[in-house]
């Protein structure tokens, strides 16, 4: 398996610059084309203004959602003019309501998508709802950019995030690309399950699968010593100096994480280190 197409979504120049510039840099290292979808979105809400006012406002919020997919196209064609590798650049506007089935459509036939990180300081609802209709609704890997941070040229150390959940299983899957080149692999388990199918031997079937793929990888066993998973997580990367976290992506339901929380969310909140992420 190769990326052969990579997806990014434009609704912001400035929240989007680090995901468009990373985008670019995988386009280029891999030689894949790069789609880029400029949104426009209209975020009013039909029957929240009193009658008759509905469709002037409308009327007006479509219009601007028009030229700003419009300023987002040109913004990238400009970005993307003398690039070495192939692109397109689409101008599209949607309502808010809209929006996940014209993500899902755009983005199915995607090997990657790559976004910024929807929570946090430059987080907004628009990232998160992209993110998330891309993942679930698309079928599609999402790679997370951080903010402030350069994707690097090379990915040459990787940290798995192994819990046995077939989230986790697919997302080693849709990083294998990445997984191949890199010089390192470290399997990471936290707490592994006492009465788990890998109780005597934790990350082995998974070590097993990697390398008939020509993979070495090691295996770490954490404890939770932290008050999170993310935490844990995000410490041993930054130990491990890894370049990639691959992990599967709500293993729980989402309004769950949204609630109580979870690995998921908290990584989406906090990471500062690229992240894989498959459903």
């Known amino acids: 398996m190769t990326y052969q197409t990579i997806t990014t979504v434009l609704t912001d120049i400035e929240k989007n610059r680090p995901a468009f510039a990373a985008s670019q840099t995988l386009a280029q290292t891999l030689g894949a084309h790069l789609d880029v979808i400029c949104l426009g979105l209209d975020r009013t809400q039909p029957g929240f203004y009193y009658a008759g006012a509905t469709a002037v406002v409308m009327q007006d919020s479509l219009g601007q959602a028009r030229e700003d997919a419009l300023e987002l196209e040109d913004h990238a064609r400009k970005a993307l003019k003398g690039a070495s ?38 987080g907004s609802h628009d990232l998160e709802a992209i993110t998330e209709a891309a ?14 941070k350069e994707f690097p040229q090379e990915i040459n150390r990787i940290l798995i995030a192994w819990n046995e959940s077939r989230e986790a299983l697919r997302a080693v899957k ?81 309004f769950r994480e949204s609630i109580l929380g979870g690995a998921t969310r908290s990584m989406l909140e906090s990471t500062e280190t690229p992240l894989l992420l498959a459903h």
């Open 85 to 122: 590798f192939n692109w397109s650049a689409t101008g599209l506007s949607a309502q808010m309501v809209a929006l996940n089935g014209l993500i899902a459509q755009r983005t199915r036939f995607s090997d990657l998508v790559v976004m910024p990180r929807p929570y946090g300081d430059n």
């Open 174 to 254: 849709a990083a294998m690309p990445f997984l191949k080149k890199a010089e390192t692999v470290n399997i990471a388990i936290i707490d592994p399950p006492q009465h788990g199918p890998e109780r005597s031997d934790p990350g082995g079937q998974l070590s097993q699968m990697l390398s008939r793929h020509g993979i070495r990888p090691e295996v770490s066993v954490l404890s939770k010593t932290m008050p999170k998973v993310a935490d844990v997580l995000t410490r041993h990367a930054s130990d491990t100096d890894a370049d990639l976290v691959v992990m599967g992506a709500y293993s729980h339901s989402r």
């Open 135 to 148: 993942m679930f609704d698309g079928d599609v890997p999402v790679l997370i950019q951080p903010a402030d």
